[in-house]
């Protein structure tokens, strides 16, 4: 079964901090993706980076940047210098063979001015 | 160029009756899928489909859920007899094909209330 698992349900922190989030997944299949999405208040989905099983690269993209350790079955996420802007919910998710795409729960951020 | 809309984006209806939810996918996306998010929680898949078939509708939670894609374009989500806790935002995603590589993108949701 898949699974993806977010352990931190909710996170405050003041503007300008720096904040990781969290994500731990189980599967079985040697081939499979992850994701992180985001969703602001206003409600859509917004994609924010995919990995592959294959390439366990680090990736930064300005103040965002994804720490994928197969080893431990994680893909944490980290806002440097956040700004208020980041506040938001912010879902890990994995998709496998099936092709289906099974979210954690989220992760609630407050960035507070 | 446009993305994913649905419509209506909220949905009042009294317990026992029919609801349709109608997805438009962006232009030229093969793939389609549909997402059910309760409060608090993340997506939760309900079916996707490869242009015109259901590729998989293992995520439908029982026989008064069922959704279409008759022209491989537009999707319609139909529940029957509907009941209080299928109340939640109903999202729809597309992406350019199956492979899973491909991100999704989400459009705005319906909200679906039953009362």
């Known amino acids: 079964a898949q699974k993806v698992t977010q352990a931190q349900t909710e996170i405050s922190v003041v503007e300008k901090e720096d904040v990781t989030l969290d994500c731990v997944y189980e599967t079985r299949d040697t081939t499979y993706y992850l994701f992180w999405y985001k969703q602001p208040p206003s409600g859509e989905l917004v994609f924010l980076i995919r990995r592959n099983s294959f390439d366990e690269q680090n990736e930064i993209s300005g103040r965002y940047s994804w720490n994928f350790q197969k080893s431990t079955s994680s893909f944490n996420f980290t806002i440097t210098a956040s700004q208020v802007v980041d506040s938001a919910v912010y879902f890990c998710?994995?998709?496998?063979?099936?092709?289906?795409?099974?979210f954690g729960a989220g992760t609630r951020l407050t960035v507070k001015p | 160029g446009a993305g994913v809309s649905q419509t209506p984006s909220n949905k009042v209806t009294e317990k026992g009756k029919y609801v349709e939810l109608r997805c438009d996918p962006i232009?030229?996306?093969?793939?389609l899928y549909w997402y059910r998010q309760s409060l608090g929680q993340g997506p939760e898949f309900l079916i996707y489909f490869q242009g015109t078939g259901a590729a998989d509708d293992s995520g439908l939670p029982n026989d008064r859920f069922f959704a279409v894609r008759p022209e491989g374009s537009v999707s319609t989500l139909k529940i029957q007899r509907t009941e209080r806790g299928d109340s939640a935002v109903y999202l729809c995603a597309s992406s350019p094909g199956l492979a899973g590589g491909y991100e999704q993108y989400f459009g705005p949701g319906t909200r679906l209330t039953v009362t």
């Open positions: 232009s030229g996306h093969t793939a």
């Open positions: 998710a994995l998709r496998g063979n099936n092709n289906d795409m099974r």
